[in-house]
């Protein structure tokens, strides 16, 4: 057979994807009729609303309010109050106001541009200090402790305290949001979405239409890139369409171009600290107190899972005996931040790798033999929500990736070329990873599948994940592939759809492969089984003689050894009477949450991690360039290598840029100015590591029962571009004198380089 699990396969739209041949939803052919929208947005962030006229010229078939939507006006995936249209307040520069909808594109954003929009200012909230400062906060604060973390500061014979941020990210998926909606019978409606949570954009447009779910589909064959944006933002989208199409009983697309699309849709939460930390004279952690203030934006959206996963994921790789980390949602006026690749653990690793950079700095000692000995232990340390650390591949990984790197060597080449370099400087760190995977809500740990055998041996899987590029339905057809013991071009994933497989979970968290590959293991077996039980009686044989391998399936009574294919079984099943279709089910085993003490067991497993980067930083213009990376990564016992570097490749680059120069920047009346690839800049194939060493953890199947001893590897490569972040410290403090603590605000652009380095060197003695 040829594509089963463990084998590196093509991307199964790589073609189609490089010859432009691979079908978005702006791409489908438009039935007679259809209609185009537009959104109305606030041009300022808060306020109460006046006066909305929209001109009617030609072309124009409606103009869509909150009067004018049946059911419910909220789109909100958490809680409640998140309207499509605002009703009397706005809340952020470019809040949905209305839809315009007509015959054209040009026609419909023509209309939406020329909106007529009063609006009584009021102050607004624009960042995190102010929010914190007005007890201005779209959650209760979470706090997650273990032990007494004051009376073991007290006794510390070291300590420090600090205070730094990161900055947001936009997701620039290459396809914008968009929907396109088409009314069918009895109020039926179909929506093709961009989205990767299909019942999310179910539910959402149900409840906006008022009727039951069973009256819309969603339907995604593939996403161009989504990034965790597509999560919850899509969804709205899809509503504003589908009210639409509801409203004229046409065909109703809406797009978002790129400045729209920046606008109004929600970020990776930026985040403030403020951290002390206790700690021994060989550097040892004894004590950490922080303070994680997120900016939620206006709404809640996923802020609260966000928030809970940065928490559990500040304690990072190390054993932290006393521990207090305190989230605050700060509520500001700006876009409503959402899921981005990581989901709040990268900006919960961060606070312990500042710490053991200053801590090693204070006692004189290299930071990679301070991190390695704060490391969770292999004897199943407890983390300090109370889950254990098993199948700890953490020190293995970190000897790997010291001797790949050959840390020892260009540490001391480093030094040296600092001590006679005055404007260009190189920095050198090394970054360990924990992750948890799991949804850390434990009702979203479920999945089904749906597989039907034809009677040709030919099979058609469906899913509830979605395919955004990351190589889904490739790993699950293998999955499938390898149950049967069949050429994968046997297998022919099939679009997402909520009327084949319903109540989907999102394609987030990392849990793709892990929750369809095993719905999907699930269906197949089933099948499986069916056709053995078949085989045995049809050639007289007992079960257990009965063996498919090589698109063959082998009946070895004693005395004889029969073979047919995979095909002719299929046959004979359908003359037979077998039912050939089945879903399958798979649910998280392990896991549970409370979410009001922060303790229990939020994730399945953990993947492990560790990267070491150099950099080169300009001190005259502050401009940087990470030079080397050398990577390696627990995947488990992959279930396709080549998707796997790929992915890991790609999310490492996600990271750097998140840390080094994607800024968003909003003016002092709120409104996002970095609305474009002109003004917003994404990395490019220069910025890239020119070394880039990429491996994949040898030997290491996962413990648990993952499927075929897989591990995610979605979201944890993005956290190994935190060595990026503290190599980048690195140099800047090799600007002074190399001892003195650096401030490296992130993203860390030129200027914020440049700020460092005067703070460095102006605390130098003279």
Same mark, same amino acid.
């Given at each position: 057979m040829?594509?089963?699990v463990?084998?590196?396969?093509r991307?199964?739209?790589?073609?189609?994807h490089v010859?432009?041949?691979?079908?978005?939803i702006d791409?489908?052919?438009?039935?007679?009729?259809t209609?185009?929208a537009?959104?109305?947005?606030?041009?300022?962030?808060?306020?109460r609303?006046? /006066?909305?006229?929209?001109?009617?010229?030609?072309?124009?078939?409606?103009v869509?309010?909150?009067?004018?939507?049946?059911?419910?006006?909220?789109?909100a995936?958490?809680?409640?109050? %998140?309207?499509?249209?605002?009703?009397?307040?706005v809340?952020?520069?470019?809040?949905?106001?209305?839809?315009?909808?007509?015959?054209?594109?040009?026609?419909a954003?023509h209309?939406?541009e020329r909106? #007529?929009?009063?609006?009584d200012? %009021?102050?607004?909230?624009?960042?995190?200090?102010?929010a914190?400062?007005?007890?201005?906060?779209?959650?209760?604060?979470?706090?997650?402790?273990r032990?007494?973390? *004051?009376?073991?500061?007290?006794?510390?014979?070291?300590?420090?305290s600090?205070?730094?941020?990161?900055?947001?990210?936009?997701?620039?998926?290459?396809?914008?949001?968009?929907?396109?909606?088409?009314?069918?019978?009895?109020?039926?409606?179909?929506?093709?979405?961009?989205?990767?949570?299909?019942?999310?954009v179910q539910?959402?447009c149900a409840?906006?239409?008022?009727?039951?779910?069973?009256?819309?589909?969603?339907m995604?064959?593939?996403?161009?890139?989504?990034?965790?944006?597509?999560?919850?933002?899509?969804?709205?989208?899809a509503?504003a369409?589908?009210? +639409?199409?509801?409203?004229?009983?046409k065909?109703?697309?809406?797009r978002?171009p790129?400045?729209?699309?920046?606008?109004?849709?929600?970020?990776?939460?930026?985040?403030?600290?403020?951290?002390?930390?206790?700690f021994d004279?060989?550097?040892?952690?004894?004590?950490?107190?922080?303070?994680? +203030?997120?900016?939620?934006? $206006?709404?809640? !959206?996923?802020?609260?899972?966000?928030?809970?996963?940065?928490?559990?994921?500040?304690?990072?790789?190390?054993w932290?005996p006393?521990?207090r980390?305190v989230?605050?949602?700060?509520?500001t006026?700006?876009?409503?931040?959402?899921?981005?690749?990581?989901?709040?653990?990268?900006?919960?690793?961060?606070?312990?790798e500042?710490?053991?950079d200053?801590?090693?700095?204070?006692?004189?000692?290299?930071?990679?033999e301070v991190?390695?000995?704060?490391f969770?232990?292999?004897?199943?340390?407890e983390?300090?929500y109370?889950q254990?650390? !098993?199948?700890?591949?953490?020190p293995r990984?970190?000897?790997?990736v010291?001797?790949?790197?050959?840390? #020892?060597?260009?540490?001391?080449?480093? *030094?040296?070329?600092?001590k006679?370099?005055?404007?260009?400087?190189?920095?050198?760190?090394?970054?360990p990873?924990?992750?948890?995977?799991?949804?850390?809500?434990?009702?979203m740990?479920?999945?089904?599948?749906?597989?039907?055998?034809y009677?040709?041996?030919?099979?058609?899987?469906?899913?509830g994940g #979605? %395919?955004m590029?990351?190589?889904?339905?490739?790993?699950?057809?293998?999955?499938?592939?390898?149950?049967f013991?069949?050429?994968?071009?046997?297998?022919? =994933?099939?679009?997402t759809s909520t009327?084949?497989v319903?109540?989907?979970?999102p394609t987030?968290?990392? #849990?793709?492969?892990?929750?369809n590959?095993?719905?999907?293991?699930?269906?197949?077996?089933t099948?499986?089984?069916?056709?053995i039980?078949?085989?045995?009686?049809?050639?007289?044989?007992?079960e257990?003689?009965?063996?498919?391998?090589?698109?063959?399936?082998?009946?070895?009574?004693?005395?004889?050894?029969?073979?047919?294919?995979?095909?002719?079984l299929?046959?004979?099943?359908?003359?037979?009477?077998?039912?050939?279709?089945?879903?399958?089910?798979?649910k998280t =085993?392990?896991?549970?949450? !409370?979410?009001?003490?922060?303790?229990?067991?939020?994730?399945?497993?953990?993947?492990?991690?560790?990267?070491?980067?150099?950099v080169?930083? *300009? +001190?005259l213009?502050?401009?940087?360039?990470?030079?080397?990376? *050398?990577?390696v990564?627990?995947?488990?016992?992959?279930?396709n290598?080549?998707?796997?570097?790929?992915?890991?490749?790609?999310?490492?680059?996600q990271?750097?840029? $998140?840390?080094t120069?994607?800024?968003?920047? $909003?003016?002092?009346?709120?409104?996002?100015?970095?609305a474009?690839?002109?003004?917003?800049?994404?990395?490019?194939?220069r910025?890239?590591? &020119?070394?880039?060493?990429?491996?994949m953890?040898?030997n290491?199947?996962s413990?648990?029962a993952?499927i075929?001893?897989?591990k995610?590897?979605? %979201?944890?490569p993005?956290?190994?571009?935190?060595?990026?972040?503290?190599?980048? /410290?690195? &140099?800047?403090?090799?600007t002074?004198?190399?001892k003195?603590?650096?401030?490296?605000?992130?993203p860390?652009?030129?200027?914020?380089?440049?700020?460092?380095?005067?703070?460095?060197?102006?605390?130098?003695?003279r």
């Open positions: 040829k594509g089963g463990h084998t590196s396969q991307h199964d739209s790589a073609l189609k010859t432009g041949q691979a079908v978005y791409d489908m052919p438009e039935p007679a009729g209609l185009h537009a959104l109305v947005l606030s041009p300022v962030a808060h306020g609303l006046k /006066k909305l006229d929209v001109p009617r010229g030609q072309g124009i078939v409606a869509l309010g909150p009067g004018d939507i049946p059911g419910k006006n909220d789109v995936a958490v809680g409640t109050d %998140e309207p499509l249209f605002a009703f009397d307040r809340s952020y520069a470019g809040q949905p106001l209305a839809l315009v909808v007509a015959t054209t594109l040009d026609a954003r209309a939406a909106a #007529t929009i009063e609006i200012e %009021e102050p607004a909230i624009l960042d995190i200090e102010t914190l400062a007005a007890k201005a906060y779209v959650q209760a604060p979470q706090t997650l402790l032990g007494d973390p *004051d009376a073991a500061m007290k006794s510390a014979p070291h300590k420090l600090a205070e730094f941020s990161v900055g947001g990210q936009e997701h620039f998926y290459l396809e914008g949001q968009i929907a396109f909606a088409l009314p069918g019978e009895d109020g039926d409606i179909v929506v093709h979405s961009s989205t990767q949570h299909p019942t999310e539910h959402i409840r906006l239409l008022g009727c039951d779910f069973n009256r819309v589909t969603t995604v064959r593939r996403l161009g890139g989504g990034f965790g944006g597509k999560e919850s933002n899509a969804s709205w989208v509503g369409a589908a009210l +639409a199409a509801n409203h004229t009983g065909p109703v697309k809406l978002l790129r400045e729209i699309d920046m606008i109004a849709t929600g970020k990776r939460h930026p985040f403030l600290y403020r951290y002390t930390v206790g004279g060989d550097g040892r952690v004894l004590a950490l107190d922080a303070m994680l +203030a997120a900016d939620a934006g $206006w709404s809640l !959206d996923l802020t609260p899972g966000v928030v809970a996963r940065a928490l559990t994921h500040t304690d990072n790789a190390y932290i006393h521990f980390a989230g605050y949602a700060c509520k006026h700006k876009q409503s931040n959402t899921a981005f690749r990581g989901f709040g653990g990268p900006q919960g690793v961060v606070v312990m500042d710490a053991l200053r801590i090693a700095l204070q006692l004189g000692r290299d930071p990679s991190r390695a000995l704060n969770y232990s292999d004897t199943g340390d983390t300090p109370g254990k650390v !098993d199948e700890n591949h953490l990984i970190w000897a790997e010291k001797r790949d790197s050959d840390y #020892t060597r260009r540490r001391a080449e480093i *030094d040296a070329f600092n006679t370099s005055p404007m260009l400087k190189r920095g050198l760190a090394l970054f990873l924990k992750f948890g995977i799991s949804f850390n809500i434990p009702h740990n479920q999945a089904g599948a749906l597989v039907h055998i009677s040709d041996g030919s099979i058609r899987l469906n899913h #979605t %395919e590029g990351q190589g889904l339905f490739i790993k699950v057809a293998q999955v499938v592939a390898e149950v013991k069949v050429d994968i071009d046997r297998i022919r =994933p099939s679009a009327a084949e319903p109540n989907t979970s987030a968290a990392s #849990t793709g492969s892990d929750l590959g095993w719905a999907a293991y699930a269906a197949a077996d099948l499986k089984q069916r056709m039980a078949f085989a045995a009686q049809h050639f007289g044989a007992a257990s003689e009965i063996e498919f391998a090589d698109n063959t399936v082998r009946i070895a009574k004693p005395g004889s050894n029969q073979v047919v294919s995979f095909n002719e299929a046959k004979l099943c359908y003359l037979g009477r077998v039912p050939l279709s089945s879903t399958g089910y798979y =085993p392990k896991i549970h949450w !409370d979410g009001a003490k922060m303790k229990g067991r939020p994730f399945f497993y953990f993947a492990f991690g560790a990267a070491a980067v150099e080169a930083i *300009d +001190a213009s502050g401009e940087s360039r990470v030079l080397r990376a *050398d990577l990564q627990d995947c488990g016992t992959s279930l290598p080549a998707i796997d570097l790929g992915q890991i490749e790609g999310a490492f680059v990271g750097q840029g $998140w840390l120069c994607e800024e968003l920047w $909003w003016d002092k009346q709120g409104r996002l100015k970095t474009g690839p002109s003004t917003y800049k994404i990395p490019g194939s910025d890239a590591p &020119a070394i880039f060493n990429v491996k953890l040898d290491a199947p413990k648990e993952t075929f001893r897989s995610a590897v979605g %979201e944890p993005l956290m190994l571009a935190t060595a990026v972040w503290t190599a980048l /410290k690195d &140099a800047i403090a090799a002074g004198d190399g003195t603590p650096v401030r490296l605000d992130a860390a652009t030129p200027e914020r380089i440049l700020a460092a380095i005067e703070t460095v060197q102006t605390r130098l003695p």
